[in-house]
Each structure stands twice: as C-alpha cells, then as structure tokens.
C-alpha cells in the first residue's frame, strides 16, 4: 500500500551496527539479527539484548526511537476512507496511528543472508503484505450503507461538519479496527535486497532507500 508513513525518517540515523563484523557470531548471523532487529523494532517495538548490545542502544532509547518513528501523516488512510481529515479533530488522527501500530504487529518478514559484494554485506527481506486494509475495503458498504440510513433517518440533523466528520472517522476505525483480529498474511510476498556499506570507521549503515521498499510492501 503507497501511503505516507514517514516512520523511518526517524531511524535512519539510529540504526548502525556499531560491532564490527567479527567475534563469536559469524558475520551471516550478525547481519541477518541485525537487519531483524531493525524490522522488528520499526514495526513492532521490540527489540532483544543481542540487537541492544549490536547498536548500543537502550530500551530507553528503543521505546523513543519506535515511538518518535511512527510520525504519522494519515492522508491515504483518510482517501480510502473518505475521511475529510481538515475537520476532524487531533485526536482522531491519533487513533489513526494507533490503529498502524495495531496492525504493523502483525508484520510477518522472512531474513536471509545474500552475500558480499565490494565489501558491502547484502541481505534479502522477503515480505508478506497484511491484508488487513484490504478486508475492510472490500466490506466497506455494510458501514456506508447504514450510515446512509441513519443519516436519512436525520440522526445527524443539527451537527456541525466538524461533529459530523468525527462522529463519521470514528464509526470508520471502529469498523476497520474490528478487522485487526483478522489480520492474515498474504501468500504473494515481495522481496528487497538490503544494502549494509561500512563508513569510514567501520560501522555499518543499512541501505535507506530499501527500508522505504520494505515499507511500502508491508500492508496491502
């Protein structure tokens, strides 16, 4: 799914593999925890000691970096689901992104280790899309249809644009909500080869435009 998460804009700089590639793990398996480590802190928040002790991170600073990643501009959403996000309140568009977090726990990648090339370490991440959008769109008009007979019924007569416009966005993610249990993978996945290049001091940088790739597989 395009959309405009601008999540990893706030990683970017966070994510180095401050180890050098040596020690009692193999470089095979320091570069796949690596870049799982990564994923599975952007999408879900987690992270485990080994990928602490890998970037020098603290559980701290993990929490900040999945929270402050998660600068969420809502406009593909708010399209699908023709939600006028100029009259709607800030605390809508905070569920919004809570409603991403929900579903990004479902995030289901696959990381193996593809080789060196010009002394850059190359990882493939195979992606399944969640479909969870994608159930809720196909059922979209059990919710516009009753919607449309309560508003003929007047429910809504005397609200504000701004009161209706609310009271329309969150019938939509208490409808799109009720799709998260569902959520299942979906069997055509997509792959994207992952960069990691050494600087000038030896640490190790992920390819940034391949996390954008990766991002726009991970819903559907």
């Known amino acids: 799914m395009k959309k405009t998460v601008k999540r990893l804009m706030a990683l970017l700089l966070a994510f180095t593999l401050l180890l050098p590639l040596s ?13 799982s480590g990564q994923l ?15 970037t020098n991170l603290t559980p701290a600073e993990c ?20 939600i006028d996000l100029s009259l709607v309140d800030e605390i809508v568009q905070e569920q919004i992104l809570y409603l991403y977090k929900q579903i990004y726990q479902h995030s289901s990648f696959h990381v193996t280790y593809a080789g060196e090339s010009d002394g850059n370490y190359l990882v493939r991440v195979k992606i399944y ?34 009161e209706y416009e609310n009271l329309w966005a969150s019938a939509v993610l208490d409808f799109v909500s009720a799709y998260v249990p569902k959520t299942r993978t979906l069997n055509d996945s997509h792959t994207v ?12 940088w992920i390819d940034h435009d391949s996390l954008r790739q990766i991002d726009v597989f991970v819903i559907e």
């Not at 999945?66 to 023709?82: L, M, R, S």
């Not at 516009?144 to 809504?156: I, L, M, N, V, Y």
């Not at 080869?193 to 190790?204: F, H, Q, R």
């Open 193 to 204: 080869t992952i960069k990691l290049s050494p600087d000038e001091n030896g640490v190790y």
């Open 129 to 162: 899309p969640l479909d969870t959008l994608r159930q809720a769109k196909k059922h979209f008009t059990d919710l516009t249809d009753a919607w449309q007979a309560r508003s003929d019924a007047g429910e809504f007569d005397g609200l504000s644009g701004r």
């Open 23 to 35: 020690g009692c793990m193999s470089k095979k398996n320091q570069v796949t925890t690596f870049v």
């Open 63 to 82: 929490q900040q970096l999945y929270d402050a990643g998660f600068n969420f501009e809502p406009t593909k959403f708010a399209a699908d689901f023709a």
């Open 40 to 54: 599975n802190l952007i999408y879900r928040g987690e992270y485990t000691d080994t990928f602490l002790a890998m």
